[in-house]
Nanobody, 123 residues
Framework: QVRLVESGGGSVQAGGSLRLSCAAP????????MGWFRQAPGKEREGVAT????????YIADSVKGRFTISRDSAKNTLDLQMNSLKPEDTAMYYC????????????????WGQGTQVTVSS
């Protein structure tokens, strides 16, 4: 069973920053595409940013370009999401996902999911 564990969520004021981290088993980290998705109350889950197996950005949502950065830490087997200049509309549950084939931003293409970490941005 694949276990993805997110951390780093919390509450912050608009304009602030948070860094999310997703811990994954080594074989997932090395051979699977991974990404971050989010789901706001009353909305469908959407892609935020994803990376290819060997690194390199595969997808990033227009709404977060220039503010969010996705990265991989090979020493820790973690997928990180640095979120700067946060806005109230970034408030959502953020999920880490992995898949052996899909690297894009469509949540229906991913088979493995973490439990999520809440991000709340107040105005």
């Amino acid at each position: 069973q694949v276990r993805l564990v997110e951390s780093g969520g919390g509450s912050v004021q608009a304009g602030g920053s948070l860094r999310l981290s997703c811990a994954a088993p080594e074989y997932i980290f090395r051979y699977y595409c991974m990404g971050w998705f989010r789901q706001a109350p009353g909305k469908e889950r959407e892609g935020v940013a994803t990376m290819y197996r060997g690194g390199g950005n595969a997808y990033i949502a227009d709404s977060v370009k220039g503010r969010f950065t996705i990265s991989r830490d090979s020493a820790k087997n973690t997928l990180d999401l640095q979120m700067n200049s946060l806005k109230p509309e970034d408030t959502a549950m953020y999920y880490c996902a992995a898949d052996s084939r899909s690297c894009g931003g469509k949540e229906e293409d991913y088979n493995y999911w973490g439990q999520g970490t809440q991000v709340t941005v107040s105005s």
